[in-house]
Antibody
Framework: QVQVVESGGGVVQPGGSLRLSCVVS????????MHWVRQAPGKGLEWVAF????????YYADSVKGRFTISRDNSENTLYLQMNSLRAEDTAVYYC????????????WGQGTLVTVSS | QSALTQPPSASGSPGQSVTISCTGT?????????VSWYQQHPGKAPKLMIY???KRPSGVPDRFSGSKSGNTASLTVSGLQPEDEADYYC??????????FGGGTKLTVL
């Protein structure tokens, strides 16, 4: 049974920082590219960031470029998202997802972790 | 990159078919056969229903099918069942290591 479990969400003031974690089990984490996708309350999905299976390539949505950093620790089956200079518009549920192939379809999702940016 | 355009709502009676559209441009939907569709029930994570325009992951009923023509992709749900009531999102690879989603369609089973 594949498990994808995010943590680290919470309430943070504008301009603050937060680090999200995602622990994966029951598939060979080190073989797969991973992504973060977010969903603002009552809104649609937005792709946030990608990291190659070996960490060699990282890509970001324009809305978070320069502020967010994706990373991974394959020895710990863990994906991270370091979020700096947070803004109110970053308020969302953040999902950790696994891509199943070309074109980035996401076949496994965590339950999400809520980040609220508010003073 | 602009979001893909989906109708905000769609509906059908049990047993009927309904089609949800997803319109993009030649730089995303029209440029790649990498359209995916997700189903999301309230409070739950999205679930992959269709990938690469028309492929179904293992376990997804064959009542769900996908297609594409030009810059518009479509998801058809045949033989509607009450449990199909959910939000549906399309996504497309958009080149330059970028992915765009549609705004979502709320499907109501009458």
């Amino acid at each position: 049974q594949v498990q994808v479990v995010e943590s680290g969400g919470g309430v943070v003031q504008p301009g603050g920082s937060l680090r999200l974690s995602c622990v994966v089990s029951a598939f060979t984490f080190s073989r797969f590219d991973m992504h973060w996708v977010r969903q603002a309350p009552g809104k649609g999905l937005e792709w946030v960031a990608f990291i190659r299976y070996d960490g060699s390539n990282k890509y970001y949505a324009d809305s978070v470029k320069g502020r967010f950093t994706i990373s991974r620790d394959n020895s710990e089956n863990t994906l991270y998202l370091q979020m700096n200079s947070l803004r109110a518009e970053d308020t969302a549920v953040y999902y950790c997802t696994k891509a199943v192939g070309s074109g980035w379809p996401f076949d496994y999702w965590g339950q999400g972790t809520l980040v609220t940016v508010s003073s | 990159q602009s979001a893909l355009t989906q109708p905000p709502s769609a509906s059908g009676s049990p047993g009927q078919s309904v089609t949800i559209s997803c319109t993009g441009t030649s730089t995303d939907v029209g440029g790649y056969n990498y359209v995916s569709w997700y189903q999301q029930h309230p409070g739950k994570a999205p679930k992959l229903m269709i990938y690469e325009v028309s492929k179904r992951p293992s376990g997804v009923p064959d009542r769900f099918s996908g297609s594409k023509s030009g810059n518009t992709a479509s998801l058809t749900v045949s033989g509607l069942q009450p449990e199909d009531e959910a939000d549906y999102y399309c996504s497309s690879y958009a080149g330059s290591n970028n992915l765009v989603f549609g705004g979502g369609t709320k499907l109501t089973v009458l």
